[in-house]
T-cell receptor, first 114, second 113 residues
Framework: SQTIHQWPATLVQPVGSPLSLECTVEGTSNPNLYWYRQAAGRGLQLLFYSVGIGQISSEVPQNLSASRPQDRQFILSSKKLLLSDSGFYLC?????????????FGAGSRLTVL | AQSVSQHNHHVILSEAASLELGCNYSYGGTVNLFWYVQYPGQHLQLLLKYFSGDPLVKGIKGFEAEFIKSKFSFNLRKPSVQWSDTAEYFCAVTTGGGNKLTFGTGTQLKVEL
């Protein structure tokens, strides 16, 4: 069966420090991969999605970047964190094309920037 | 660009009351529509989906939603809610055959005993 792992689960970082959140998927090949940020009252904001290795679509201008070095690995990064980067980050995966595919979400990573 | 609106941000109901949560999207072409639910302390999970065919779709736990194309709506309903339905509910859409899933801002439902 397919599983999705996100780590770390919680992270407290000072302003200006770097960030790396990792997401891996098991049990499937060539998944579509997504990074969302969830904020209270603002729903889920799509940050990045990827349909293949090295293919990253960025949805909003921001202080973050994403990379997909392997088929089932998706990394969210920042060189210098801002206070506004605090939030709950969700990784998700799906398979197939055409939009009629269901996303499966990870447990999330809670980032606090101080 | 596609967008999704959920106008009810917080809803409080008593057990056995009927539920309807509004969802409207903005896109004139082909859409796929979803409702996801996040129970307290749990992962976000799929409640139901509409891809094509019968506009009235049924999901888990007695939920259903109706796609009304002329109103650009996909409202979620349940005839009689239970305390265990307390959760946050998100409407979402993909458009034009693309893989980008856009979510609404969510509705926090609290069901009181």
């Amino acid at each position: 069966s397919q599983t999705i792992h996100q780590w770390p689960a919680t992270l407290v970082q000072p302003v200006g420090s770097p960030l790396s959140l990792e997401c891996t998927v098991e049990g499937t090949s060539n998944p579509n991969l997504y990074w969302y940020r969830q904020a209270a009252g603002r729903g889920l904001q799509l940050l990045f999605y990827s349909v293949g290795i090295g293919q990253i679509s960025s949805e909003v201008p921001q202080n973050l970047s994403a990379s997909r070095p392997q088929d089932r690995q998706f990394i969210l990064s920042s060189k210098k964190l801002l206070l506004s980067d605090s939030g709950f980050y969700l990784c998700a995966w799906s398979v197939g094309q055409g939009g009629a595919n269901v996303l499966t979400f990870g447990a999330g990573s809670r980032l606090t920037v101080l | 660009a596609q967008s999704v609106s959920q106008h009810n941000h917080h809803v409080i109901l008593s057990e056995a009351a009927s539920l309807e949560l509004g969802c409207n999207y903005s896109y004139g072409g082909t859409v796929n529509l979803f409702w996801y639910v996040q129970y307290p302390g749990q992962h976000l999970q799929l409640l139901l989906k509409y891809f094509s065919g019968d506009p009235l779709v049924k999901g888990i736990k007695g939920f259903e939603a109706e796609f009304i194309k002329s109103k650009f709506s996909f409202n979620l309903r349940k005839p009689s809610v239970q305390w265990s339905d307390t959760a946050e509910y998100f409407c979402a859409v993909t458009t034009g055959g693309g893989n980008k899933l856009t979510f609404g801002t969510g509705t926090q439902l609290k069901v009181e005993l």
